[in-house]
């Protein structure tokens, strides 16, 4: 439920002339779907390291609500992300030797001294609502799908405001991909947060209600 | 976390035993080292603890404790008979009883002594003590049963001697034990040890002194004909010397071994020489009195738990350098295991990545990297002590098998306090590894997967 301002945002690496990412104006409104597509080495991963504050700009501005990412330092990044980004990844990482609620768990766990009671139940509906009944299941034991459900519902599990997916559906066959696409953009919908998904997974791109296209870390319109 | 930790450790459960190995075999060699060197220290010292002061002839004072004390095989220089005399009426004399070496059985030292002796150290547990020459008290830990019997063997341990084959011991009595060599030892009258190695030395000139009346009250003439050689004589224990010359005069009759023991043949000034006399003074300053008196051209006094401190001042040396060879290894293992601990934080950039991602803070990226690197340097510590420990044991068993010196291991206070010392740096040096995963950018840790 975060609207996403983006102005005058240059993201440059060490000896490339180049900005890898440029980006001059963007704005999402709260509670928009986006897919992110470009060919390999366009700037998306850039670009979703970026807006989740995991990587800062060189310069510009990114703001979430208001709330400059760029001016922020990387411990109040870290706090920032920890309350309102969901992230999905393209392999999952998830924690091998846990069980799937604990996998969910973990991050607010090392975020929080006090364990929520709200949280866990929370965890349970989350984790049957994707389909994953043993919730005690460790998460090496399961197929791949399985895996990015956990995942799914790991990004979930805080109600953050923005869900962030990098190419969710990439490592998994079409069924599987096919299940974690629908319960994404599903559970999104229901929880009426924002969604960026960088793929080219036709699944999203089709679905989703706006398409950025980045070539060479510029926006094509 | 600990939840994470745990099931981190669990999935590298080899390299964690491996590095908790090296690190508690590190720690184990410091142990062993200093609780070895306390053991010896102690040990030692309690075994000195019975001899208050010793009377030998002039010569070194190491080699006349080790003999007597702790029973070490080697030639004295023998004093006259007449020293013993002199010393059993002095007043400030609480006890005093000579020491006669020269014959072993079965590798044990058969000592020559007196009644007097075997209540100093303790007294008899079992059976009872000496009441003929041919009757033996053992130690604490000698195998010998009550009853057996027994041929002495002149010469030293390990070398194939001569066998008294005429004189026979019988086991009477055990020592309590001491804590000593004196335990491994076989006690027999130091009459019986004179008559062993008594010498047909009849025809010797210096028998027909004055005082040869005397002699014969002692009921063994042939004594003073030993006694009369004494200044000249070196050797290991009374009377070896000459006998090594003329082996053939070994008395091998069974003669008189069934005669009660006659004390007074000790206490003849005449008596044959002694290599050393072990004396209970009556009082502190008596002890010190009496070492003042017999510090001379004739004797040497000495207090046993002097000249160990001396001879501990040498070990405190090579305990140094033993020190620094276990502190060397530890520094060696604490930059090998560093290394490990760095390697293994790089190989898991992704995985702490990925937790900073999800959204734990820096600080529990710190904590996890910091807890796991302590809890597996920890427990290498403590498993070192305890190694250590053991190993000292061991060590000390061995020893003590092999000496009769009871070597305590034991912890003090000032161990908890290295504990305390070794767990801080432990602290410490996790602390490298925890910031090494504080740095990293969790975006450049994804992306390097």
Same mark, same amino acid.
């Given at each position: ?221 | ?212 009346? /005397?002699? *014969? $009250?002692?009921? #063994? &003439?042939?004594?003073? @004909? %030993?006694?009369? +050689?004494?200044? =000249? ?19 091998? /009759?069974? *003669? $008189?071994?069934? #005669? &009660?023991?006659?004390? @007074? %043949?000790?206490? +003849?000034?005449? =008596? ?178």
């Amino acid at each position: 439920m975060l609207d996403l301002a983006i102005r005058d945002l240059e993201v440059r690496f060490p000896g490339l002339d180049q900005p890898v990412l440029a980006i001059s104006e963007l704005a999402l409104p709260a509670g928009s779907q986006v897919a992110l597509t470009g060919p390999s080495g366009s700037g998306k991963t850039t670009f979703i390291n970026v807006v989740t504050g995991l990587e800062p700009a060189s310069s510009g501005h990114v703001a979430w609500r208001g709330t400059d990412l760029e001016a922020l330092s990387e411990s109040r990044r870290d706090r920032w992300r920890a309350a309102n980004v969901g992230l999905v990844m393209q392999d999952f990482h998830l924690f091998p030797g846990l069980s799937a609620i604990d996998n969910v768990l973990l991050p607010q766990r090392l975020a929080r001294l006090r364990r929520l009671p709200a949280l866990t139940e929370e965890a349970r509906r989350l984790l049957t609502r994707v389909g994953i009944l043993r919730h005690g299941q460790p998460v090496e034991t399961m197929s791949r799908g399985q895996m990015q459900r956990v995942a799914v519902a790991r990004a979930l599990v805080a109600r953050p405001g923005v869900i962030v997916a990098d190419e969710p559906t990439a490592s998994l066959d079409a069924e599987a991909g096919t299940a974690v696409a629908d319960l994404l953009i599903e559970l999104v919908s229901e929880a009426g947060a924002t969604l960026i998904v960088a793929s080219h997974d036709p699944r999203f791109v089709g679905r989703l209600g706006r398409v950025l296209r980045l070539d060479g870390g510029r926006l094509l319109h | 976390m600990f939840q994470f930790i745990a099931a981190d450790l669990k999935r590298h459960w080899i390299g964690v035993a491996v590095i908790v190995l090296i690190v508690a075999l590190a720690t184990a060699l410091g142990v062993a080292v200093t609780l070895q060197e306390r053991a010896l220290r102690l040990g030692s010292a309690r075994a000195a603890e019975a001899f208050d002061l010793v009377v030998g002839a002039p010569g070194s004072d190491t080699q006349l404790v080790l003999s007597s004390v702790f029973l070490q095989a080697a030639p004295l220089p023998l004093m006259p008979g007449a020293v013993f005399a002199d010393l059993s009426q002095d007043p400030r004399v609480a006890w005093a009883a000579p020491i006669g070496f020269g014959d072993f059985v079965d590798g044990d030292p058969i000592v020559g002594t007196t009644e007097a002796l075997l209540k100093g150290l303790g007294g008899v547990t079992e059976g009872r003590g000496f009441a003929s020459l041919g009757e033996a008290v053992v130690g604490a830990l000698d195998a010998r049963q009550i009853g057996d019997s027994f041929h002495p063997m002149h010469g030293t341990v390990g070398s194939q001697g001569e066998v008294h084959t005429g004189i026979t011991y019988r086991v009477v009595g055990r020592m309590a034990p001491t804590g000593t060599p004196w335990d491994r030892a076989v006690l027999v009258p130091i009459q019986a040890v004179w008559m062993a190695h008594h010498h047909h030395h009849d025809d010797d000139e210096h028998e027909n002194e004055a005082d040869a009346s /005397a002699g *014969a $009250d002692t009921g #063994a &003439p042939a004594l003073n @004909a %030993a006694a009369a +050689d004494q200044p =000249a004589e070196r050797g290991f224990g009374e009377g070896s010397a000459p006998h090594a010359q003329d082996d053939d005069d070994h008395d091998d /009759a069974p *003669a $008189d071994l069934r #005669a &009660p023991i006659d004390e @007074a %043949a000790v206490t +003849d000034p005449h =008596a044959p020489g002694l290599p050393a006399i072990l004396v209970k003074p009556q009082s502190f300053a008596d002890a010190y009195k009496l070492r003042q008196a017999y510090r001379g051209d004739r004797t040497l006094a000495v207090f046993p738990g002097e000249v160990l401190t001396r001879l501990y001042g040498t070990l405190g040396d090579v305990r140094r350098i033993l020190s620094w060879v276990a502190a060397g290894a530890q520094g060696l293992v604490a930059a090998a295991i560093l290394l490990v601990v760095m390697v293994h934080v790089m190989q898991r950039r992704r995985q702490i990545g990925a937790l900073r991602a999800f959204g734990a803070p820096r600080r529990a990226v710190f904590g996890i990297v910091w807890v796991e690197a302590f809890a597996i340097i920890g427990l290498g510590v403590v498993v070192g002590f305890g190694l250590g420990y053991a190993g000292a044991r061991v060590a000390s068993g061995v020893f003590t098998a092999s000496s009769g010196i009871s070597l305590p291991v034991t912890f003090l206070a000032s161990d908890a306090s290295s504990l305390v010392v070794l767990f801080v740096l432990t602290g410490l040096i996790a602390v490298i590894p925890a910031a090494l995963a504080y740095r990293q950018s969790p975006a450049s840790a994804l992306r390097g997967g």
